[in-house]
């Protein structure tokens, strides 16, 4: 794994052209330039680079900086932007009108890197598809018949999620792009990998002998993993309406979570031995029986959701899902893993909950009416990103046992700073780490479990939930029959 938190890593990097399709879309200028902004400010970039942004739109360079230099001025984490940097950041920026069936803008882009390699010393080349999915595929066979990707050709290009919207869509996605580039050369994002904290997951449990011997089957009673949202749909009805909570993020988001915190220790930081031993523990949850998935799953709509904009009034998409896996290794056998994701819920959190077992007698009553509590290791990725020890302690004064907390708090202990999640992903795919992407074959595991909860819920009822609640009652339930409950996120 590279570390980007060393400022001149990025200066021994190749210099190199990202060009950027999609480039008029909304993640182009929220996120992309403004993280690769960031990322030259931190002198995280090579000397010599150039960012190209490829859209249909008539657009001139100058134009396009100042759309540029608008998005980075309103969301780079480093805002204020002065002028100054602005301009002279700007130098590499730069726009190509091209529209992604136009075979002559591709003739054209070629040329233009040809040019850039040859005159600045650019050789490394580079492609971001900020698209939408329908067009993956054309824009590297385009991209393939002027020689710009290849198989044996050391370019690399990004794609963003959403990768199918089924196991079936996934695979002929995987088989059309392996026909125009190298896996190794592919990289999907997912920007919650990008989180400080989910980085630190491995230090923390790699690098903290402390914690081995624990984690597994025989300390660890359960393990809770929550994205909560506190804002509904909003404008995006139409597109969430033919996604729902289970692809938006169960299927991505909390399977990373899943596979980081449940993985064997890799053989070495190789991003390909994180990424095997990731793709294990998918591969090591069985695929759920029909009649098993309402037994182990609860979807749900917050009230209110088929009245949202462009949402269809008989609409089932789900607005939250919890479910109940387990993963049949020799470390977690018999440990259930419960996952949650919502909109319209209480408080915008992401947090992984490790709930460890009792000891094996109690000595101690926490209370008059209640025996120890539960060790519990909290591990926050938003809003604050930290970790923190939950153990058991004597009252003062008192012959009873209370709750206590060890804190760690990122912004205490290292400062404000903290790379955007975008910045520290778009570092490492110019540096060609390609360890907090995902894998064809980790995709296509996560694709088979959703499609199997689908299949499960074809015929089964919706349940429904109170906006600013933590979800429906059945998802309470769900934990309720193995004598859990919910972790309170507001408790620590």
């Given at each position: 794994m590279s570390d980007s938190s060393t400022n001149q890593s990025g200066r021994n990097a190749k210099p190199f052209t990202v060009v950027i399709f999609g480039a008029s879309g909304d993640l182009t200028r929220r996120k992309l330039v403004p993280a690769l902004f960031g990322l030259w400010k931190e002198k995280s970039l090579p000397p010599d680079f150039e960012i190209i942004g490829f859209a249909r739109r008539e657009k001139t360079d100058e134009s396009f900086r100042e759309e540029m230099k608008e998005g980075t001025t309103k969301f780079s984490r480093l805002a204020p932007v002065s002028d100054s940097d602005w301009n002279e950041f700007s130098k590499h920026v730069s726009y190509h009108v091209g529209n992604f069936d136009d075979a002559a803008s591709f003739r054209g882009l070629a040329e233009r890197l040809g040019k850039l390699a040859k005159e600045r010393g650019l050789e490394q080349q580079l492609f971001y598809l900020a698209t939408a999915p329908e067009f993956f595929s054309p824009v590297m066979e385009e991209l393939k018949k002027?020689?710009?990707?290849?198989?044996?050709?050391?370019?690399?290009?990004?794609?963003?999620?959403?990768?199918?919207?089924?196991?079936?869509?996934?695979?002929?996605?995987?088989?059309?792009?392996?026909?125009?580039?190298?896996?190794?050369?592919?990289?999907?994002?997912?920007?919650?990998?990008?989180?400080?904290?989910?980085?630190?997951?491995?230090?923390?449990?790699?690098?903290?002998?402390?914690?081995?011997?624990?984690?597994?089957?025989?300390?660890?009673?359960?393990?809770?993993?929550?994205?909560?949202?506190?804002?509904?749909?909003?404008?995006?009805?139409?597109?969430?309406?033919?996604?729902?909570?289970?692809?938006?993020?169960?299927?991505?988001?909390?399977?990373?979570?899943?596979?980081?915190?449940?993985?064997?220790?890799?053989?070495?930081?190789?991003?390909?031995?994180?990424?095997?031993?990731?793709?294990?523990?998918?591969?090591?949850?069985?695929?759920?029986?029909?009649?098993?998935?309402?037994?182990?799953?609860?979807?749900?709509?917050?009230?209110?959701?088929?009245?949202?904009?462009?949402?269809?009034?008989?609409?089932?998409?789900?607005?939250?899902?919890?479910?109940?896996?387990?993963?049949?290794?020799?470390?977690?056998?018999?440990?259930?893993?419960y996952l949650r994701t919502g909109k319209f819920l209480a408080t915008r959190a992401s947090e992984i909950v490790v709930v460890f077992k009792r000891p094996p007698m109690s000595l101690f009553k926490a209370s008059e009416r209640e025996y120890v509590h539960r060790n519990r290791l909290h591990i926050r990725l938003q809003p604050e990103e930290g970790i923190h020890l939950n153990f058991n302690a004597k009252v003062p004064g008192k012959s009873v046992m209370s709750a206590v907390d060890m804190?760690?708090?990122?912004?205490?202990?290292?400062?404000?700073?903290?790379?955007?999640?975008?910045?520290?992903?778009?570092?490492?795919?110019?540096?060609?780490?390609?360890?907090?992407?995902?894998?064809?074959?980790?995709?296509?595991?996560?694709?088979?479990?959703?499609?199997?909860?689908?299949?499960?819920?074809?015929?089964?009822?919706?349940?429904?939930?109170?906006?600013?609640?933590?979800?429906?009652?059945?998802?309470?339930?769900?934990?309720?029959?193995?004598?859990?409950?919910?972790?309170?996120?507001?408790?620590?």
């Open positions: 002027v020689n710009l990707v290849g198989h044996g050709l050391p370019s690399r290009v990004v794609i963003e999620k959403p990768f199918g919207h089924d196991y079936q869509s996934a695979r002929t996605l995987v088989s059309d792009l392996q026909k125009c580039i190298d896996e190794e050369s592919l990289y999907r994002i997912d920007h919650y990998l990008g989180k400080e904290t989910v980085q630190n997951l491995l230090y923390f449990r790699f690098a903290n002998s402390i914690y081995e011997p624990i984690w597994q089957r025989s300390m660890i009673d359960h393990v809770q993993i929550t994205v909560a949202e506190k804002e509904g749909v909003g404008t995006r009805g139409g597109y969430y309406d033919g996604v729902g909570a289970m692809r938006d993020m169960v299927q991505n988001h909390l399977m990373q979570l899943l596979t980081i915190t449940a993985m064997e220790p890799p053989g070495s930081l190789h991003s390909e031995a994180i990424r095997d031993e990731k793709v294990k523990v998918l591969r090591s949850i069985p695929t759920p029986k029909l009649e098993a998935v309402q037994h182990i799953s609860v979807r749900a709509q917050y009230e209110g959701y088929r009245k949202a904009d462009r949402v269809a009034p008989d609409s089932v998409t789900e607005t939250y899902v919890a479910l109940k896996l387990h993963i049949d290794n020799w470390r977690w056998a018999g440990v259930p893993f804190d760690f708090r990122y912004k205490s202990k290292f400062g404000s700073y903290s790379p955007e999640a975008y910045e520290r992903l778009l570092h490492d795919f110019i540096m060609g780490d390609s360890t907090l992407f995902t894998r064809a074959d980790e995709v296509l595991e996560a694709w088979r479990l959703t499609d199997a909860i689908y299949a499960g819920w074809a015929n089964a009822p919706v349940a429904s939930y109170p906006e600013g609640s933590w979800g429906p009652v059945e998802a309470d339930k769900l934990l309720a029959k193995d004598g859990n409950r919910w972790i309170d996120l507001g408790l620590r």
